[in-house]
Nanobody, 124 residues
Framework: QVHLVESGGGLVQAGGSLRVSCTVS????????LGWFRQGPGKEHEFVGT????????VYGDSVKGRFTISGDHVKNTMYLQMNSLKPEDTAVYYC?????????????????WGQGTQVTVSS
């Protein structure tokens, strides 16, 4: 069983930066494919990015490519999402998730475990 806890959300002005964290317990960071999704007000869940350190891939969604970066601290067993050049449309609840598969999962249905989410609000 894997337990995921997000933290670090908050309010930031457009153009600013914020880093959210996902602490993983139960298994090592590289035991699963990990991902980030977000859900804005009145919107569907949107794929943000996914990483698998064992398989050696990191993939980002088109709307965040070049602005967001996924990284990990394997000692702290924590994944990070660094968000730069934030826009009001990045406002959402951000979720981390874990998938047992070692492919490149980009849809919600491909993930097996989810955190509770952390709110990110970008003001204009």
């Amino acid at each position: 069983q894997v337990h995921l806890v997000e933290s670090g959300g908050g309010l930031v002005q457009a153009g600013g930066s914020l880093r959210v964290s996902c602490t993983v317990s139960g298994r090592a960071l590289d035991a699963y494919t990990l991902g980030w999704f977000r859900q804005g007000p009145g919107k569907e869940h949107e794929f943000v990015g996914t990483v698998n350190w064992s398989a050696g891939f990191t993939v980002y969604g088109d709307s965040v490519k070049g602005r967001f970066t996924i990284s990990g601290d394997h000692v702290k067993n924590t994944m990070y999402l660094q968000m730069n050049s934030l826009k009001p449309e990045d406002t959402a609840v951000y979720y981390c998730a874990a998938a047992r598969r070692m492919t490149v999962p980009t849809t919600r249905e491909e993930y097996d475990y989810w955190g509770q989410g952390t709110q990110v609000t970008v003001s204009s």
